[in-house]
T-cell receptor, first 114, second 112 residues
Framework: NAGVTQTPKFQVLKTGQSMTLQCAQD?????MYWYRQDPGMGLRLIYY???????DKGEVPNGYNVSRLNKREFSLRLESAAPSQTSVYFC?????????????FGSGTRLTVV | KNEVEQSPQNLTAQEGEFITINCSYS?????LHWLQQHPGGGIVSLFM???GKKKHGRLIATINIQEKHSSLHITASHPRDSAVYIC??????????????FGQGTILTVHP
């Protein structure tokens, strides 16, 4: 099925470990986004990529890095995980980065850092 | 005060009831999104609107730009409608990329 695929779905890390969350879309979308969702708070933007070859910080980028590997793939890396990064992470994409276009979200990655 | 406020935070209904979820925002926007999230599940985009009204099946979304208010209505509610409904507004936000600001969500439970 066409859409946004995130892997893994669940992950438990120890403090200080590193990992990469993978995101791929097959809709030929130009823009991709990483959000985190925490209880009692709305989703917050971590990083985004308006188009292939570009990445920019969102609201809460500290502790994360991203790579736009190609048009399809946008990965999120935690170099040294901290308990504060326990969250549900969502990748999203859309055709172009302006208000005329809706978002397609992945199914999420539930990350626990102990 | 949050830029996007949803009400109610929690809503319980009996199957068949008409449901309304409200969203108020305090910034100038170019689009408003309604999203649905099932427990433990991903996020699905229901509507994107910048004016007027949209309908899809039993779901209706309206927006009043002047009053900075949107509503999501569900007619003939069903237990499978139980989910978190999230309002998000797209605005410039003082950034170069535009910004999607999310409400905290409304938890809807529909009992058979």
């Amino acid at each position: 099925n066409a859409g946004v695929t995130q892997t893994p779905k669940f992950q438990v890390l120890k403090t200080g470990q590193s990992m990469t969350l993978q995101c791929a879309q097959d809709m030929n979308h130009n823009s991709m986004y990483w959000y985190r969702q925490d209880p009692g708070m709305g989703l917050r933007l971590i990083y985004y990529s308006a188009s292939e070859g570009t990445t920019d910080k969102g609201e809460v980028p500290n502790g994360y890095n991203v790579s736009r590997l190609n048009k399809r793939e946008f990965s999120l890396r935690l170099e040294s995980a901290a308990p504060s990064q326990t969250s549900v992470y969502f990748c999203a994409s859309r055709l172009y980065p302006d208000s005329n276009y809706g978002y397609t979200f992945g199914s999420g990655t539930r990350l626990t850092v102990v | 005060k949050n830029e996007v406020e949803q009400s109610p935070q929690n809503l319980t209904a009996q199957e068949g009831e008409f449901i309304t979820i409200n969203c108020s925002y305090s910034v100038g926007i170019s689009a408003l999104h309604w999203l649905q999230q099932h427990p433990g599940g991903g996020i699905v985009s229901l509507f994107m609107l910048s004016s007027g009204k949209k309908k899809h099946g039993r779901l209706i979304a309206t927006i009043n730009i002047q009053e900075k208010h949107s509503s999501l209505h569900i007619t003939a509610s069903h237990p499978r409608d139980s989910a978190v409904y999230i309002c998000a507004v797209y605005h410039a936000g003082g950034t170069s990329y535009g910004k999607l600001t999310f409400g905290q969500g409304t938890i809807l439970t529909v009992h058979p």
